[in-house]
């Protein structure tokens, strides 16, 4: 089984910073690309930020030059730093990967639990 557990967070005021770790567990053959979802109530699920196994990121236009997405491959970990908030960042951010398991050589994807980030005075 795929275990995908974020943690990180929370309520901060306008202009602050949070920082969201995930981490992927069990029986997993190789990561492909892993990120960071979001959904604000009542509007649709959308992408944050992506990075492959490679590097290679991609971000939101609303995000850009504020959020910085993070892994270590070999802890099969994400990190997304989130600085200057907005309201408009409130959230339940979803971590995500594409991977195969050993069971299963096919890319799947995989979802966390999800967070909440909330971001009011």
């Known amino acids: 089984q795929v275990q995908l557990v974020e943690s990180g967070g929370g309520l901060v005021e306008p202009g602050g910073s949070l920082r969201l770790s995930c981490a992927a567990s069990?029986?997993?053959?190789?990561?492909?690309?892993m990120g960071w979802y979001r959904q604000a109530s009542g509007k649709q699920r959308e992408l944050v930020a992506t990075i492959t196994s490679g590097g290679s990121t991609d971000y939101a236009d609303s995000v850009k030059g504020r959020f910085t997405i993070s892994r270590d491959n070999a802890k099969k970990t994400v990190n997304l730093q989130m600085n200057s908030l907005k309201p408009e960042d409130t959230a339940v951010y979803y971590c995500y990967a594409n991977l195969q398991t050993y069971r299963v050589r096919v890319l799947r994807d995989y979802w966390g639990q999800g967070t909440q980030v909330t971001v009011s005075s």
């Open positions: 069990g029986s997993i053959f190789s990561i492909n690309a």
